[in-house]
């Protein structure tokens, strides 16, 4: 269905000039796929409903024609996966409509105490996401539709939640059905039982796309570029830095919004011999940790760095 509120167009700004950088909207094609899902999960739309439950004050179901029929909008959203290692893949970006799980949240009205909905999908996965998320003026929403398109079976058909500023595994349940409204304190989601943090905010993350790893370029003028994300914070700065030099302001793409990945470039005057580039962003609170941590328990941090051999 049409959206009730439309998105932003995205600007022509967005990209970054360097060729090989990344698409700034991902198609559904190239978007990347993280589940438990050994076979795509198969949802009848007929006979599909979402329960919302637990610590409410009424309980509500909704069938899809339902939920077609409420004021839908549209937003641009990065996806991010916790376990994407630094200058990883795992992190795309998409033109979702769907309705705010806010909208469906106020109808059931959720009681004092409760601070997490536990989502649970068709085939027994579950995400931990607080409640407040939910409720404040962000794009969370129960999408429908992904770059104008149904949204594909591998991504959640016919419904699945996106939260802008949350990693995938506490917010982005796909073959949605249910949802719980309830305590930390007394429900456990699938990864948080397997080691994984209960609350997943996604880290300020950069990462250099041109020039590859191993790249071979020719001394002069080359063009550096890649993708920088906080979702709900925003990228407010980029740098770059040549082996043991300064770090230098890259040019900033412009925004499509807080909630979606921003791209950079930056013009690089090489010269002969073996080099490193590495890059870090800034969001409002801060520049971005060179500190390294692996994905476990709640994301990767450090700086992504390439190595690339200049010819003279
Ligand atoms: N049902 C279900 N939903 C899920 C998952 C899953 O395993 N099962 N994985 C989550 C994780 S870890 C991520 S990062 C996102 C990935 O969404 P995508 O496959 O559409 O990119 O889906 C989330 N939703
Ligand atoms: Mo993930």
Redesign the pocket.
Known sequence: PPAARRAAPVPAGAQSPVPGVVDVVTGNGA???????LVV?QVDPATWRLRVHGMVEREVTLALDELLAEDLVEAHVT?????NPVGGD?V?TALWLGLPVRALLERAGPLPGADMVLST???G?T?STPLPVLLDDRDALLAVGMNGDPLPA???FPV??VVPGL???V??????TDLEVTRFADREA??TARGWSAEGPVKTASRIEVPRRGAVVAAGDVGVGGTAWAQHRGITGVEVQVDDGPWEAATLADEISVDTWRQWSWTWAAEPGRHVLRVRAADPDGVQTGRRADVVPDGATGWHEVDVEVRG
């Open positions: 978007f990347y796929r993280i589940d438990t899902a999960p996806l991010a996966c916790v376990s795992l795309g999908s068709a085939d996965f995400a591998a991504h959640g699945r939640m990693f995938g595994y917010s982005a349940t796909k073959w949605l699938y990864w």
